[in-house]
């Protein structure tokens, strides 16, 4: 068809416009009205010898708009009005200044000179459930109500596509795109079922929702394609993270006519970022289900949360579970991501990582190329490193969590801490189970008796200041993870739906990143569950079943702490992998601490001798964290005073934070 048929039809537009204006009265030269109706004669000739040809773009928006010969002539006058500078000045005498906004049926109907029924066929074209008007392929330049007086534009995507190009609209780009079908897919037993499911949706005669749930960059928009591709249909995807402010309905409506023109399956990515909070009136939500109940076929929705309800009716939904891919397969798409880098790397490594890192095919590509960029960054020369790798992949991890959590600079190391010595073998044993998991799990083969996740959850209870924290902050530090610290009041909503929703953003981005999590005063949210008198206590137990089933299936490490063991919810006791109880040091342990603080001025001046072990007797009570807070405040006064630190200083300091603990000396 290419520019000629196009420009075939604008002529026909312009010179019928011409004649119509000869027979509104103005004096015209009886040859130029000749030579104008020979040449229009000629141009109906031409196009209707096109009229069979296979690749004509117009019979393909007229058989998805379902539009006759007549409805598609008249799209052809408002786009002919829209983009030729010769039409407008031969609309005007008969249009008036509406020329400038649109194109009208009436209008159009006085230049083409049609009769009542070719009138009556065109003004089906502004009734409301019209697929023309329905998916905005004609729009009036105000919102106001459309009759056949109202001029009529055509979006700029429509008559490019009719003009043959195929570029998406910015909307579309900006916002996500075309998805192409990886060449060497690699889909493990569980995905390879779920696809199944997905081709069951899209080549479903119904208008099915399919609904893909499971982690960012797992490969739901790719499983989309590859059930499309079976079918040869294109999929187009919009990602509602990354639509600008206030243009959701604008850019939904884009992807709808795009879908429709290039007959592909619509994508609308992250859908669990509009979800509303109790109370509140979501518009965006009501513009997503608006959008999924008017596609015109199959559609695609993802998101990480399972269970969101999509508030439509008359669709029917199919739900996918996605999953990540398994060890191995990773291990196989870790090998293609990297490439020749892979030589510089042990194999041993590759396995870990593999292990460690629950990414889909776009995770692992992305850590893979950010960690070229920070190999390039350091040194272009040297190999790539496991260190690189792993700096790659964490580099999303503060993005995708936000403020809900903070990244916690570890500075202790292993000699500041003192514990007895089963709390140490209880410590060193949980490193353990996070540092040999893949042996254990994937050499060994006890994964197949894990009913979920292989994560490490563990609880650290005991009185304030007895190391927890420090020790999750250690445990971070040896086995070269993040160690991220949740922040509680970000987290827990008074709105129903909205702390599972911030706590599922929190342990995907962790599972991606293999991030340490540390929920300080665990017991906040993990209390135990309660017999349900009101509707507080049901949405108060769904939270807690939510972080159970969450914290089972997470595949990196969780630290809880807490200083009540007795108000955490017994069922989360029988999914810890680890319970360390932390202690009142006792004299031993607190001379040491006593010892090591002290220890820590190097440049600070001690008057000797000092009773060490006069105060870890005397004030039996104080944990680690009182008797920093207790040296510290000794050094103060006895910076003040311009002396060394004296045992005086040290006792008089050290009674003050007795008497804060609200203990009373013997």
């Known amino acids: 068809m290419g520019g000629t048929y196009f420009n075939l039809q604008l002529m026909r537009v312009r010179l019928s416009a011409r004649l119509a204006v000869v027979r509104s009265g103005m004096a015209v030269s009886p040859e130029l009205i000749a030579a104008t109706r020979s040449e229009l004669t000629d141009v109906d000739l031409m196009l209707s010898q096109m009229r069979y040809e296979t690749d004509r773009r ?17 799209v052809w006058g408002v786009v002919a009005r829209a983009i030729d500078p010769q039409l407008l000045p031969l609309l005007q005498p008969i249009c008036g200044t509406d020329a400038r906004r649109g194109l009208s049926i009436s209008h159009y109907a006085t230049i083409m000179g049609l009769d009542s029924d070719a009138c009556d066929e065109l003004a089906e074209l502004v009734l409301p459930n019209h697929p023309m008007r329905r998916h905005k392929f004609l729009i009036a330049p105000e919102d106001a109500s459309i ?7 055509i979006p700029s995507r429509v008559w490019a596509y009719l003009r043959g190009s195929d570029e998406l ?3 579309i780009t900006s916002s996500g795109g075309r998805i192409e079908v990886p060449h060497d897919t690699i889909l493990d037993e569980p995905q390879t079922a779920a696809l199944q499911r997905v081709l069951g949706g899209i080549n479903s005669m119904d208008r099915v929702v399919v609904v893909l749930e499971g982690p960012v960059g797992a490969g739901r928009r790719t499983a989309v394609a590859l059930a499309a591709g079976q079918t040869s249909r294109a999929v187009i995807a919009v990602d509602v993270t990354r639509i600008a402010p206030g243009a959701l309905d604008a850019t939904l409506s884009s992807l709808m006519r795009e879908c429709l023109l290039s007959d592909a399956i619509p994508v609308i990515a992250e859908i669990d970022e509009l979800t509303a909070k109790e109370g509140e009136v979501n518009t965006d939500l009501r513009t997503l289900a608006r959008a999924i109940e008017t596609a015109p076929g199959p559609i695609a929705v993802t ?3 399972p269970g969101i309800d999509l508030g439509v009716s008359d669709r029917r939904l199919a739900r996918v579970r996605w999953p990540v891919p398994d060890t191995a397969s990773r291990r196989v798409l870790w090998t293609r991501a990297l490439g020749d880098d892979l030589n510089a790397l042990p194999i041993d490594e590759l396995d870990t990582m593999a292990l460690r890192y629950r990414l889909g095919p776009g995770g692992i590509s992305g850590g893979a190329a950010a960690a070229r960029t920070i190999r390039e960054a350091r040194d272009p020369a040297s190999p790539l490193t496991a260190h690189d790798l792993q700096e790659g992949i964490r580099n999303n991890i503060a993005e995708r969590l936000g403020d809900l959590a903070t990244r916690v600079d570890v500075k202790q190391k292993w000699e500041d801490l003192v514990l007895p010595p089963d709390t140490n073998e209880d410590v060193q044993a949980l490193i353990a189970r996070v540092r040999y998991a893949h042996q254990v799990y994937e050499k060994w083969g006890f994964k197949q008796k894990m009913p979920r996740g292989i994560g490490v959850a563990a609880l650290f209870s005991g009185p304030p200041g007895t190391g927890k924290t420090m020790v999750a902050g250690l445990l971070a530090a040896e086995l070269d993870l993040e160690l991220y610290q949740i922040d509680l009041s970000k987290v827990v909503s008074k709105w129903v739906g909205e702390t599972e929703k911030q706590l599922a953003k929190i342990f995907d981005a962790a599972d991606a990143g293999h991030a340490l999590l540390l929920f300080d005063e665990a017991d906040s949210l993990f209390a135990k569950r309660t017999e349900v008198k009101s509707a507080v206590d049901r949405y108060a ?8 089933q969450r914290i089972e299936s997470f595949g990196g490490v969780t630290v809880l702490t807490t200083n009540l063991d007795t108000s955490i919810d017994p069922a989360l006791k029988r999914r810890l992998a680890s319970h360390i109880v932390f202690q009142t040091p006792e004299h031993a342990e607190s001379m040491k601490l006593w010892e090591r603080m002290l220890q820590v001025g190097v440049h600070a001046p001690l008057a000797k001798p000092l009773q060490l072990d006069k105060l870890a007797r005397t004030y039996e009570a104080m944990t680690g964290a009182n008797i920093r807070n207790a040296v510290l405040a000794a050094a103060f006064t006895a910076a003040s005073e311009g002396l060394s630190i004296s ?7 050290a009674r003050g934070e007795y008497r804060a603990m609200g203990r009373v000396l013997r």
Request: negative net charge; charged residues 20%; hydrophobic residues 40%.
């Open 58 to 74: 117009d019979a393909q928006l007229a058989a998805s708009m379902n539009l006759n010969e007549g409805q598609l002539d008249f």
């Open 147 to 153: 009759d056949v007086c109202t001029p009529l534009t």
């Open 169 to 171: 609209e910015e909307l």
């Open 303 to 305: 998101s990480r949360m």
């Open 541 to 548: 137990n769904l939270e807690v079943n939510f972080l159970l």
């Open 647 to 653: 045992q005086s200083h040290l006792e008089r300091a």
